[in-house]
């Protein structure tokens, strides 16, 4: 083929990647980032990992939200990284951090994002135990079954919604233990919606 003197796809892309990954990190717009690593994500390169990770630290919640997604995307090849960060000292991290294992549901991360149902902030304990119930994970039924009585009522909540999509005696027998226990009314709904689509309501 002729040289035409024309940059081809491949260079068009790569100068677009090049802009995409500039905006993603350094833009001053947090729209601008959260939509660069929206369209970065759509590549699905494992080559990008480490601008999902910098964005995860990123100080707007959106952006932080995206980068989560984006890691995500990447599966398998993001859950080294994403069970490290479970251990983050900051909060936020270990909160995204269990919330892409969950959209990536691997068996993997299971016994990491158990470890975590017990951790120090309430947000981490929520998205542990949403990903858990996503998981199905029936192993994780005895570390999720004292979150019923945490401190928290959306981690409570939370915990009755994850018990009752995992199933088993175990599960549903605390759920109803919970039901007699429980004062607020909305974790209260939220067990008896649970046992009703178990028909034991």
Do not use: Q
């Not at 859950?79 to 000292?89: G, H, K, N, Q």
């Amino acid at each position: 083929m002729p040289d035409t003197g024309r940059p081809g796809p491949d260079t068009i892309k790569g100068h677009s990647l090049d802009i995409l990954k500039e905006a993603a990190l350094f833009s001053t717009d947090p729209h601008v980032r959260a939509f660069s690593l929206y369209l970065l994500a759509l590549e699905g390169n494992p080559s990008l990992i480490n601008i999902f990770l910098s964005s995860l630290r990123d100080r707007d919640k959106r952006v932080r939200s995206r980068a989560a997604m984006a890691l995500a995307g990447l599966g398998a090849d993001a859950l080294p990284d994403l069970i490290d960060l479970l251990c983050d000292d900051d909060w936020r991290i270990r909160y995204r951090a269990a919330e892409a294992l969950g959209e990536i549901r691997s068996a993997v991360g299971t016994a990491h994002l158990i470890r975590v149902v017990d951790d120090d902030r309430d947000h981490v304990r929520y998205m542990a135990i949403k990903s858990l119930g996503s998981l199905e994970e029936k192993a994780a039924v005895p570390s999720i079954i004292p979150r019923l009585s945490d401190e928290n009522e959306y981690v409570r909540r939370m915990a009755a919604v994850s018990l009752g999509k995992i199933g088993g005696e175990d599960a549903l027998s605390a759920l109803r233990k919970a039901l007699h226990t429980e004062a607020s009314e909305s974790v209260r709904g939220a067990l008896r919606v649970v046992l009703k689509k178990d028909g034991t309501g």
